[in-house]
């Protein structure tokens, strides 16, 4: 079963603007972490967010968290060409838990 | 370095054959997964492994089998009974303790003729 669902599912944005996905969820969780994946390759983790903080920061890169409402988002900033690819929500509910994806945002950056 | 290499990259099946997918990591991570991506679409879980000689079902675990015989080893075998088995395989190692955080391989892509 998918725990995430992301929005937009395709978004298209011109270079040095800013980019934001959105996650929603539907269990308690532990974590929630983003990760990226360039077309026809493996997933790389970007940022970990853990269920007592509502915002972190990572270079060009800003998670919020929402408990309350069960979501996240992932914001870019001042975004290149390179940031082109999909970009995943997973959340870990702890322990022995499996690690759940949601359904991913493909994002394109126009040089 | 250190990291995750599965093998094949590519791999063409004839229906009615089985097909073994290679993971193997040299991260001395205790968790290992298999996931499955189809076009356009999100990772679903196929089986994972928290610790050798043991391992679990995920959400699509029918018409898969694995095995766990070693720490740096976890192969995914594609049965004849999967009705549906092209697909993206990606298998991905834990070692961080109580985060869940996942390091993938690259990757292998199934069709099957």
């Known amino acids: 079963s998918q725990q995430g669902e992301e929005d937009p599912q395709a978004l298209s944005i011109q270079e040095g603007e800013n980019a934001t996905m959105n996650c929603s969820y539907k269990?308690?969780?532990?974590?929630l972490q983003w990760y990226r994946q360039n077309s026809g390759r493996g997933l790389v983790h970007l940022i970990l967010?853990?269920?007592?903080?509502r915002e972190k920061h990572s270079g060009r890169l800003r998670v919020t968290l929402d408990t309350s409402k069960k979501s996240s988002s992932l914001l870019i900033t001042a975004s290149r060409a390179a940031d082109t690819a999909s970009y995943f929500c997973?959340?870990?509910?702890?322990?022995?838990?499996?690690?759940?994806f949601g359904t991913g945002t493909k994002l394109q950056v126009i040089p | 370095d250190g990291g995750i290499t599965q093998s094949p990259k590519y791999l063409f099946r004839k229906e009615g054959q089985n097909v073994t997918l290679s993971c193997e990591q040299n991260?001395?991570?205790?968790?290992m997964y298999w996931y499955r991506q189809d076009p356009g679409q999100g990772l679903r879980l196929i089986y994972y492994?928290?610790?050798?000689?043991?391992?679990q079902k995920g959400d699509i675990a029918e018409g898969y089998s694995v095995s766990r015989e070693k720490k740096e080893s976890f192969p995914l075998t594609v049965t004849s009974a999967q009705k549906n088995p092209t697909a993206f395989y990606l298998c991905?190692?834990?070692?961080?303790?109580?985060?869940?955080?996942?390091?993938f391989g690259e990757g292998s892509r199934l069709t099957v003729l």
């Open positions: 991905a190692s834990s070692g961080r303790a109580g985060t869940g955080e996942l390091f």
């Open positions: 269990t308690s969780i532990n974590n």
């Open positions: 967010i853990r269920s007592n903080e």
């Open positions: 997973a959340t870990y509910s702890g322990g022995y838990q499996k690690v759940t």
């Open positions: 991260l001395n991570h205790d968790a």
């Open positions: 492994s928290q610790i050798v000689n043991d391992f």
